[in-house]
């Protein structure tokens, strides 16, 4: 009977998950990407030097607001970055990127780059949004996000009003849903998955109850307690953890990735020249070898370049709301370094490692035979580094997801504060780590598999209310590259809301004195 039951879910979620993902989803995300990217002008690449060295680039100034924040319910721009980043570098960089490449072989590589080139402005202008249309909440908050610029943007359209609040009320659901697959039970498994077979596999301690081991047990209390030490303390917790622990965690897994690289540095040509060839799909080669579909390809690539860094889900535009920042641009440019950390570099290097483990043949783009997507990485770093190669592949999924369940923490609790009031929300931060424990525990990729769904699902309306405020992006960016670049003297535009919009014109134009008078 459960075993039918289960079978009917699964049937039906694949069904809704393929419809979402594949015949709407990509075309929307992509579409979105490309419009925005040809109405801002390619700002991501004009304006390169002007977003590079605002974000990363100013991180290294003495005395900079990126780094540091005074302000309270609002943190630094580099802590919001840092809190987004904890929620997509995660699962997907590693195990997502190999998946990828072994379901629709190299290819797949080209079409993650595709993604996130045009992801970059879509993340960019949920950003810019979410600052123009963010307000704070009872408790001195910034609170931002999808839900507040379909309400307030879309919803401000004529006729439109009714349309908006329900796009942002479906936008919430879906995220506090996700939150618990995704964002939660689908990556403490993970964990737990990982440690039992890299580092754990030689402890037998029994079976607690059914065929959930002691083990698996004992690591998801632990999570649960760490986590609940983190996410109860609130966004200034979890940003200032976040801050410590991203920058750490992504350089060692670069570094790692490099010496991986230099180690076959005599396949760095065949690897990216498969990447390309294959791009658009596998044909048939000597022997009858069954070739990868360029649908295949373009649908894996895409779709795990999504599952990576986030671009057009409407997630990490919560966290990036909360920045002390008062010109939406700049936060918006924070979230074209976003993606590009994310995909074009993490992601990059675990496609280089599995692409030169020899588990994928470069002539053909297919698996070897007994490969087994969900240790391929791990495999690779073990074949340069024996036992300590895969034991560190360990601890990186470990922190890559842990980190991740933190920052989706942030966004459950924000969608939920919108559904149901702050008070509620705390409440759910509360159920959110208790969760934890059920993902520890889970035999099941049902519910990993759901979550999925749901993120398609919230993907939807999001890029509805960015796709229809692209005019208010397009004004709100032109606006700053007027004043900041072309050095025009023209009002800024910086809320939508008349007395924030007073508030931080002042704020801007007292620094831009300060700044001035530094310079003498």
Not at 434 to 450: K, P, Q, R, Y
Not at 455 to 471: F, K, Q, R, T
Request: hydrophobic residues 50%; proline residues 1%; glycine residues 10%.
């Amino acid at each position: 009977m459960v075993d039918a039951f289960i079978k009917q879910v699964t049937e039906v979620n694949d069904a809704i998950n393929n419809f979402v993902w594949v015949k709407i989803g990509l075309v929307l995300l992509i579409g979105t990407g490309i419009l925005l990217t040809v109405l801002t002008k390619f700002f991501q690449v004009v304006h390169i030097k002007e977003w590079w060295t605002k974000t990363i680039g100013s991180t290294f100034k003495r005395g900079s607001k990126t780094r540091h924040n005074k302000e309270s319910g609002s943190v630094s721009q580099f802590q919001a970055l840092c809190t987004a980043l904890a929620a997509t570098i995660g699962t997907g960089n590693i195990a997502g990127v190999a998946s990828a490449i072994c379901v629709g072989g190299p290819g797949a590589v080209f079409w993650m780059w595709i993604a996130a080139f045009f992801g970059m402005m879509t993340n960019f202008s949920e950003n810019v949004l979410g600052i123009y249309y963010r307000r704070k909440n009872k408790e001195g908050e910034w609170s931002g996000g999808a839900m507040y610029y379909l309400r307030d943007g879309l919803g401000g359209y004529k006729h439109c009003k009714y349309i908006g609040r329900f796009l942002a009320v479906l936008f919430s659901i879906f995220a506090v849903l996700a939150s618990f697959g995704i964002g939660n039970m689908g990556q403490i498994n993970k964990i737990v998955i990982n440690l039992d077979s890299a580092m754990l596999k030689n402890v037998d301690l029994g079976y607690a109850f059914g065929d959930v081991k002691w083990t698996s047990l004992i690591i998801g209390v632990v999570l649960m307690v760490l986590g609940g030490l983190i996410i109860l303390g609130g966004l200034k917790r979890i940003a200032g953890f976040a801050e410590k622990v991203i920058p750490f965690m992504a350089c060692a897994y670069i570094l790692g990735c490099i010496i991986v690289f230099f180690v076959h540095i005599g396949s760095v040509g065949a690897i990216f020249a498969s990447i390309f060839r294959f791009a658009f799909g596998v044909k048939a080669v000597a022997g009858g070898v069954a070739g990868i579909a360029v649908k295949e390809v373009i649908t894996q690539g895409c779709k795990r370049g999504v599952f990576s860094n986030e671009a057009g889900l409407g997630s990490s535009v919560m966290v990036h709301s909360a920045s002390n920042v008062r010109e939406p641009v700049k936060q918006g440019m924070w979230g074209i370094f976003e993606v590009f950390a994310d995909t074009m570099v993490v992601c990059t290097m675990t496609a280089v490692v599995v692409l030169s483990s020899g588990a994928i043949d470069l002539e053909t783009g297919l698996m070897a035979e007994g490969t087994n997507d969900a240790t391929l990485v791990a495999n690779s770093f073990g074949n340069v580094f024996g036992i300590a190669g895969e034991v560190f592949v360990s601890l990186a999924i470990l922190l890559f997801a842990f980190t991740t369940v933190v920052g989706w923490s942030h966004y459950g609790s924000k969608s939920f504060e919108y559904l149901f009031g702050l008070k509620a929300a705390k409440g759910y931060k509360v159920f959110f780590v208790l969760m934890m424990i059920s993902g520890a525990i889970m035999t099941s990729s049902l519910a990993w598999d759901i979550s999925d769904t749901f993120n398609a699902l919230m993907m939807v309306p999001n890029l509805i209310g960015v796709l229809s405020l692209s005019p208010m992006v397009v004004k709100i960016t032109k606006n700053y590259v007027d004043r900041r670049i072309k050095r025009k003297d023209v009002d800024p535009l910086l809320s939508y809301d008349a007395d924030i919009q007073a508030e931080h014109a002042r704020d801007i134009k007292q620094e831009d004195i300060e700044a001035e008078q530094a310079k003498v």
